[in-house]
């Protein structure tokens, strides 16, 4: 691509309407767990870390937050299933906005990637199954206990759930996002069904696609009622294998929610690379993402080891509308503008990626002079 004065155009930073928003340029904040919002309480600090990260018409995600007490894995991950928490958000958005970025929240449930001390009463996580992990710690890198066995859900609490999904959606809007992000990837609660290595039911939640995704999409109806499709994100990583789930046709069941996304018509579909083995490692791998990204009518979203030049190239040649930078953008807040001025990055610490600390490999990453 070349401008009509042939410097050559950065299609990462061309302006594009999504839905509603007119967003500046095509490079967004990808979800990211820090593990510094204690107690399940977003803090003071994340005002500054999102702002950072923020550009006139950018799209930031927030990490993945809980949307009841029974959803969470590790300490310190925030929650939006409470008044206090809805409270403790609005400043954080309103840094954001304050500076003209757009902000969804990210909403997750872990199922059972998670011990019983993050459980009320000690009680064991659910799931799908009652299978539980085989690996005793968490692959995300952070300290985290023994993973206890789940509980198979019940059809009965099924429900319950969803109804979490749709309330944690509400409080989302209330605390001032633009929209949220539902989290379908990853092996957490909603890919604990999708995903046929994990799912062992028999029930019309188990067996077939149509069964499996179920759930999932009942999350979605219920949250598109809510707070209307045009505010809703879903992220989906049929071909990870993150937290030991994985499925036998993941080209199968990325085709099958990207045509029944469509049909809710939401804002947009995000989709985590299958080179990404599990979230951070990169692996050679010949499937792509371009039959999805084909299937879904709304804004696609690519996700997963990307760089400036790989991403340039994906937007140029439309194999996705936007980029979603996780590393790169959590150290370097303005990694818009490096793209721009082809600067050098900032590298991550990722011995700090999940430490609890307020500043230290959180918001003391440089900007450019
Ligand atoms: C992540 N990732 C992630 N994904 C997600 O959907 N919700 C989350 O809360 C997190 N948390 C998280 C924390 C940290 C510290 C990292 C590094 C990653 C995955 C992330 O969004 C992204 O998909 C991966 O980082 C791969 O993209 P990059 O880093 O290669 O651009």
Redesign the pocket.
């Known amino acids: 691509m070349a401008s009509q004065n042939d410097a050559p155009i950065v299609s990462l930073l061309t302006p594009y309407k999504m839905g509603n928003f007119n967003l500046s340029h095509r490079v967004v904040l990808?979800?990211?767990?820090?593990l510094r919002s204690y107690n399940n309480l977003p803090q003071p600090h994340a005002i500054l870390y999102y702002s950072q990260r923020t550009s006139p018409g950018g799209l930031l995600?927030?990490?993945?937050?809980g949307v009841s007490d029974t959803s969470q894995g590790s300490m310190n991950?925030p929650g939006i299933w409470t008044k206090d928490q809805v409270e403790a958000w609005k400043p954080i958005v309103n840094g954001v906005h304050a500076k003209g970025g757009i902000f969804f929240c990210?909403i997750?449930h872990v199922g059972r990637v998670s011990s019983s001390v993050y459980q009320p009463n000690g009680q064991a996580p659910i799931s799908s199954t009652d299978k539980p992990l085989k690996q005793q710690m968490g692959n995300?890198?952070a300290e985290e206990p023994q993973f206890t066995p789940p509980r198979r859900l019940r059809i009965d609490e099924i429900p319950h759930i969803v109804n979490d999904f749709r309330l944690a959606a509400r409080n989302a809007i209330e605390a001032g996002f633009d929209g949220v992000?539902i989290?379908g990837?990853?092996g957490?609660l909603l890919e604990q069904f999708m995903k046929d290595k994990v799912n062992d039911r028999c029930d019309e939640y188990g067996g077939s696609l149509e069964n499996r995704c179920r759930f999932a999409l009942e999350v979605v109806e219920a949250v598109v009622k809510e707070i209307g499709a045009e505010r809703v994100g879903v992220?989906l990583?049929p071909f990870t294998e993150h937290e030991e789930c994985g499925d036998s046709d993941p080209k199968a069941l990325g085709l099958y929610m990207a045509n029944a996304l469509s049909r809710y018509n939401i804002l947009y579909c995000?989709m985590?690379?299958p080179r990404?083995k599990n979230?951070?490692e990169?692996v050679e791998c010949t499937h792509s993402l371009v039959p999805m990204r084909k299937a879904f009518k709304g804004t696609f979203i690519a996700?997963?080891?990307?760089g400036r030049e790989d991403g340039i190239n994906a937007v140029a040649e439309n194999r996705t509308d936007l980029v979603?930078?996780?590393?790169?953008?959590?150290a370097n807040p303005d990694l818009p503008k490096r793209f721009g001025l082809d600067a050098p990055l900032n590298k991550?610490n990722?011995q700090k990626?999940?430490s609890s600390h307020p500043v230290i490999g959180y918001t003391d990453y440089p900007f450019l002079e």
């Open positions: 990808a979800p990211l767990t820090r995600i927030s990490e993945a937050t991950t990210q997750w995300n890198g992000e989290h990837a990853h957490y992220r990583s995000h985590v690379e990404m979230a951070l990169v996700a997963g080891g990307y979603a930078y996780g590393r790169l953008f959590l991550y990722r990626f999940y």
